[in-house]
T-cell receptor, first 113, second 115 residues
């Protein structure tokens, strides 16, 4: 079975600073990897996904993520954080077949002026 | 604006009540999902419908009963719930169930409180 580890439960960054959210996965085959963002009381919005090909993927809102098979990682980055980026970020891994997506515990991002 | 619509947004029900959560999508997606999310926790998969047939039930108690009347609609019927069932219930859809290029599109959820 697949699993996801997000080691940072809570991160605080200053507006305009760079951001990196860590994600490690465990899965025996080539994984489908996702990052989702959730604002309070809302559903989850897909930021980006990786299935195959180029290991650096671009997403919405200026986010990118890099797949590193050797490290079993899929870290999310943004060069300059905006106050509106404050939210909960979930890394997720999907197995093949019936799209059994497993979510990490989430990282809550706080942005300070 | 989300393309997956869930109603109601909030629901308060007693333990003896029967209620239903509704989910609708018009993106032509053929797989639909129910997730449960407790506070400060990640979403947990409950059910998956693929081409209007139940394909996954993650050992959910029978007091939760899903229904997929057609490819655009997904219901979750609730009966005799417990206070610990209070959570945000998220509906999601995806183009198909293969996983490839088939990420989940989530609704904004129904905040359920069981009293």
């Amino acid at each position: 079975a697949q699993s996801v580890t997000q080691p940072d439960i809570h991160i605080t960054v200053s507006e305009g600073a760079s951001l990196e959210l860590r994600c490690n996965y465990s899965y025996g085959a080539t994984p489908y990897l996702f990052w989702y963002v959730q604002s309070p009381g809302q559903g989850l919005q897909l930021l980006l996904k990786y299935f195959s090909g180029d290991t650096l993927v671009q997403g919405i809102k200026g986010f990118e993520a890099e797949f590193k098979r050797s490290q079993s990682s899929f870290n999310l980055r943004k060069p300059s954080v905006h106050w509106s980026d404050a939210a909960e970020y979930f890394c997720a891994v999907g197995a093949g077949g019936y799209q059994k997506v497993t979510f990490g515990i989430g990282t809550k991002l706080q942005v300070i002026p | 604006d989300t393309e997956v619509t869930q109603t109601p947004k909030h629901l308060v029900m007693g333990m003896t009540n029967k209620k239903s959560l509704k989910c609708e999508q018009h993106m032509g997606h053929r797989a639909m999902y129910w997730y449960k999310q407790k506070a400060k926790k990640p979403p947990e998969l409950m059910f998956v419908y693929s081409y209007e047939k139940l394909s996954i039930n993650e050992s959910v108690p029978s007091r939760f009963s899903p229904e997929c009347p057609n490819s655009s609609l997904l219901n979750l019927h609730l009966h005799a719930l417990q206070p610990e069932d209070s959570a945000l219930y998220l509906c999601a859809s995806s183009p198909n169930d293969s996983g490839y290029n088939s990420p989940l599109h989530f609704g904004n959820g129904t905040r359920l409180t069981v009293t």
